[in-house]
């Protein structure tokens, strides 16, 4: 499959865990159109771990929970795919899932075509109770060589938290995108630490396979899962700020059916979107600076030749002092040239800059400035 953009779409663990059902995953489908997920780029539906049932068929196969999913996986492929979306599932390289469930150690092949049976597109492939003699790569090579072989297009998305340094070789093993993390909960202490420990790690991450910090905890308010406290509508847009300069795949968590306006707003946000699908894919310079640990900043080549530039305050005081010297991505006052620069949030023109960007108002806590910046002729 040529991935060529961060994949965009919504899985069911962070608000659900194990309570999935048919009617929720319609719902969702359902969701993901009339609240214009759709029409901003999101794609898949993901059904995580726990849809199957404890045990295998008497041929082996994997088969839906029946109560959970009573028409089995097919039935609800159909109706995902009825509404121009496409269908995600989960499986794992271990004997058994992280939550217990059948995992497709030496049935590989077998649960491949069990899945492109089913018109499964996308598969999320975890790391529990995998064999600890076998090198995880050759795993995921097995399980993308599995799903190869039935002849369907399905994304790989590997999921072994970027253990055994997954990122030298998550492409070479058919890899769409791999996880580079460990669990995230629905706090900002969290996100800091996925951020500070993944941002210098991009270089690899681009078409056909993209580095992945996990799934977005915007809009969940302290609930479901992998609640840990919840965060506010500030620090829920500077996570997905966070992800956008880093092109990180956008998979939703929250219970979108019914999430609040402010949530509506901020996942269909086309500025900060238009940043993580750039068909370019370049990794933001994270520029040096005074306070590296308190405002980082970065700047990130965009294909239509402007740059976007996130400024992000991730201390606990609102701050005057985060910005972007233009010394410390590599320009002179004296080359002649400014930057224009707009707020992607209002869309407003801030300015005209030669030596330093300056956000233009004060960055609270925990807040960010995401900025549109067009190199011009000075004066
Ligand atoms: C692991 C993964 C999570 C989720 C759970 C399901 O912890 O990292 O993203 O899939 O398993 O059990």
Redesign the pocket.
């Known amino acids: 499959m040529t991935v060529k953009t961060p994949p965009m779409g919504w899985n069911s663990?962070n608000t659900f865990g194990e309570n999935i059902n048919e009617q929720l995953i319609m719902e969702i489908a359902d969701a993901m159109v009339s609240t214009g997920l759709k029409d901003a780029g999101y794609e898949y539906v993901v059904i995580?771990?726990c849809w199957s049932a404890k045990s295998r068929d008497e041929n082996g196969d994997l088969v839906a929970d029946p109560v959970k999913f009573p028409h089995g996986l097919k039935y609800l492929a159909d109706y995902i795919h009825a509404r121009g979306l496409k269908f995600g599932i989960?499986g794992c390289c271990g004997p058994r899932?992280?939550?217990g469930y059948p995992g497709s150690l030496d049935h590989e092949l077998q649960d491949a075509l069990f899945f492109a049976r089913n018109e499964i597109d996308f598969l999320?492939y975890?790391w529990?109770t995998y064999p600890r003699a076998v090198p995880g790569w050759t795993l995921y090579n097995r399980i993308r060589m599995a799903l190869n072989a039935t002849g369907r297009d399905i994304l790989l998305s590997i999921?072994n938290?970027g253990e055994q340094d997954t990122l030298s070789w998550a492409r070479s093993v058919g890899a769409d995108m791999y996880?580079s993390t460990y669990?995230i909960s629905d706090s900002f202490d969290i996100v800091r630490i996925l951020f500070n420990e993944q941002k210098n790690n991009m270089c690899l991450s681009g078409p056909s396979c993209f580095n992945d910090m996990d799934m977005l905890i915007c809009g969940m308010y302290g609930k479901g899962n992998v609640a840990n406290g919840g965060c506010n509508d500030i620090e829920y847009r500077t996570h997905f700020a966070m992800w956008c300069m880093l092109s990180q795949p956008l998979m939703i968590g929250c219970d979108i059916r019914s999430m609040t306006e402010e949530t509506r707003k901020l996942l269909t946000d086309a500025a900060l979107i238009a940043i993580d699908q750039d068909a370019e894919v370049r990794p933001p310079i994270i520029a040096a600076n005074n306070y590296p640990d308190r405002y980082p900043t970065m700047f990130k080549h965009l294909s239509d030749g402007s740059y976007a530039i996130g400024i992000f305050n991730i201390s606990n005081e609102d701050t005057d002092v985060g910005a972007l010297w233009l010394a410390d991505i590599g320009l002179s006052p004296r080359d002649g040239y400014a930057f224009r620069v707009y707020d992607t949030e209002s869309g407003e023109l801030i300015g005209e800059f030669d030596d330093m960007i300056k956000p233009g108002a004060t960055i609270p806590a925990h807040g960010c400035k995401v900025l549109r910046a067009y190199l011009v002729k000075k004066g």
């Open positions: 663990w995580d771990d989960y899932t992280c939550a999320k975890d529990c999921c938290w996880r669990d």
